[in-house]
């Protein structure tokens, strides 16, 4: 089985700073590595996710996060975070053989203008 | 090509009652994942189906909980006697292929016991 653990529940952090989730996996076997994003009210939207090929993998909104094999890790990082980033990330893994995701217990993300 | 729809959205239960919780998966997809938030925690797995096939189960309580996902219609997930411990948000994801890489989520049931 897999496991994901997210170390930080809450993270307050200033508009345009630059921010970091953490995320760190446990397996036995291969796996893919994803994160999603929710915001109140809403489901989980796939923020980006890392299959193969390069370890450094982007979004479209400016996140980008780093498959490190050796550290088990796959951070989540902005730049420059804007107010509409406010939001709850889950870090999810799945083996290359597997059907169920396995999530983190999610980072809270707050945006303070 | 609207995306998964659950509902309720909402939905509250006294302790004993039932809860029906529906999925309707998007358009072409034919596998169904059920997963639960309790509060504080990330999402678990429940219970992966196929167009009237349970495939994979191992994440559901023995008891009072089942699931379904018939030839037509949308699947369902079915808590008998709903106890305060059920209380809790349930996603629900659909993939248009036979493993979990690209799963899509709906926007959650959020079932509260009284």
């Known amino acids: 089985a897999q496991s994901v653990t997210q170390l930080d529940s809450q993270v307050p952090v200033f508009e345009e700073a630059p921010v970091e989730l953490r995320c760190n996996y446990s397996s036995s076997v291969s796996v893919y590595l994803f994160w999603y994003v929710q915001y109140p009210n809403q489901g989980l939207q796939l923020l980006l996710k890392?299959?193969?090929?390069?370890?450094l993998v982007k979004s479209i909104n400016g996140f980008e996060a780093e498959f490190n094999k050796s550290q088990t890790s796959f951070h989540l990082r902005k730049p420059s975070v804007h107010i509409s980033d406010t939001a709850e990330y889950f870090c999810?893994?799945?083996?290359?053989?597997?059907?169920?995701?396995?999530f983190g217990t999610g980072t809270s993300l707050t945006v303070i203008p | 090509n609207a995306g998964v729809m659950q509902n309720p959205r909402h939905l509250v239960r006294r302790r004993g009652q039932e809860a029906r919780l529906r999925c309707s998966p998007m358009?072409?997809?034919?596998?169904v994942y059920w997963y639960r938030q309790l509060p504080e925690e990330g999402l678990k797995f429940m219970v992966y189906?196929?167009?009237?096939?349970?495939?994979?189960e191992s994440g559901m309580p023995k008891e009072r909980f089942s699931a379904e996902f018939p030839k037509e219609g949308p699947s369902i997930l079915r808590i008998q006697q709903v106890v305060r411990g059920d209380s809790a948000a349930y996603f629900c994801?659909?993939?248009?292929?036979?493993?979990?890489?690209?799963?899509?989520f709906g926007p959650g049931t959020r079932l509260t016991v009284t």
């Open positions: 890392y299959l193969s090929g390069s370890t």
């Open positions: 358009k072409g997809h034919s596998h």
């Open positions: 999810a893994v799945i083996s290359n053989t597997g059907n169920q995701f396995y």
């Open positions: 994801a659909s993939s248009p292929l036979d493993r979990g890489l690209e799963q899509y």
């Open positions: 189906l196929q167009k009237e096939n349970i495939i994979d």
